[in-house]
């Protein structure tokens, strides 16, 4: 009998470990996720701040040209 009790013990102590290593890993792959999503909006922030600098500079240019052409005619 006492060797069921320890039996039913030790099962019972297993399956709950397993269960927290699976709540953990959950956890862990919910984070990386998360992670992964906000690396990805700082990347779409970065590539559209550039592309407006780009557009920016070249509104630069060509109202220099624009200025530069006024000047010589």
């Known amino acids: 009998m006492n060797k069921m009790v320890a039996y039913a013990?030790?099962?019972?102590?297993r399956?709950?470990?397993?269960?927290?290593?699976?709540?953990?890993?959950?956890?862990?792959?919910?984070?990386?996720?998360?992670k992964d999503i906000m690396m990805e909006?700082?990347?779409?922030?970065k590539?559209?701040?550039?592309?407006e600098e780009e557009e920016h500079k070249k509104q630069e240019v060509i109202r220099g040209r624009q200025v530069?052409?006024?000047?010589?005619?």
């Open 9 to 13: 013990k030790a099962v019972m102590i």
């Open 15 to 34: 399956d709950r470990q397993l269960n927290q290593k699976k709540d953990i890993w959950d956890d862990n792959k919910t984070q990386e996720k998360k």
């Open 41 to 45: 909006i700082e990347r779409l922030k």
């Open 47 to 51: 590539i559209k701040y550039d592309e």
């Open 68 to 73: 530069a052409i006024e000047q010589i005619t």
